[in-house]
């Protein structure tokens, strides 16, 4: 049973271009958690998705952020016009219901 | 004030000590109460979870919760070098729509 999956695992863009992360979830696996860790501070909640639904944003900021999680295909998290500050570790995580989590690799992403 | 509170040390111990980590809340509303260990630059794996307050143990590996207290704490036994890692600490309500962590106590365990 692979585990979560992440891609790309590295990702450069420069100012004002678009980042898509993407996560494949575990098999089975029906919610998906975004989060984004910067140096010192933590993981922080971005925002939970179910099957074709988002259940809870409250942790993503209202402008540039996007995400989805289709009926078929992988979770995307989407930044538009990337700013230095979105500079950070991206992970995602699945969860077959309850409070277990399993990670995926991360996306590092450098905004030049 | 921060939901959730820990020592980002660092910690370092030798091989065979016991090792205890800790962290504390102000949301007398999370239930669950989750360890992960995350090496650096992959991604955090779950130790263990519990629920509401006791203790837990798994291998080396003890968790344990004080609601009245509002402190959680995971116990490593007989640490090994391959311990060495950064651990958070997790916790979320009933509703289990949001996580909230720590920023991770890193820890060195000297062979």
């Known amino acids: 049973n692979a585990g979560v999956m992440q891609n790309p695992r590295h990702l450069v863009r420069r100012r004002g271009q678009e980042a898509r992360l993407r996560c494949s979830p575990m098999k089975g696996h029906s919610h998906v958690y975004w989060y984004r860790q910067l140096p010192e501070e933590g993981l922080k909640f971005m925002v939970y998705l179910q099957k074709e639904n988002i259940i809870d944003e409250s942790g993503m900021p209202k402008e540039r952020f996007s995400a989805e999680f289709p009926k078929e295909g992988p979770s995307i998290l989407r930044i538009q016009q990337v700013v230095r500050g979105d500079s950070a570790a991206y992970f995602c995580?699945?969860?077959?219901?309850?409070?277990?989590?399993?990670f995926g690799p991360g996306t590092r992403l450098t905004v030049t | 004030q921060k939901e959730v509170e820990q020592d980002p040390g660092p910690l370092s111990v030798p091989e065979g000590a016991i090792v205890s980590l800790n962290c504390t809340y102000s949301n007398s509303a999370f239930q669950y109460f989750m360890w992960y260990r995350q090496y650096s630059r992959k991604g955090p794996e779950l130790l263990m979870y519990t629920y509401s307050s006791g203790n837990k143990e798994d291998g080396r590996f003890t968790a344990q919760v004080d609601k009245s207290s509002k402190y959680i704490s995971l116990f490593i036994r007989d640490s090994q070098p391959s311990d060495s890692a950064t651990y958070l600490c997790?916790?979320?309500?009933?509703?289990?729509?949001?996580?909230?962590f720590g920023t991770g106590t890193s820890l060195t365990v000297i062979p």
């Open positions: 997790a916790m979320t309500s009933n509703t289990g729509n949001q996580f909230y």
């Open positions: 995580a699945s969860s077959p219901s309850g409070p277990e989590q399993y």
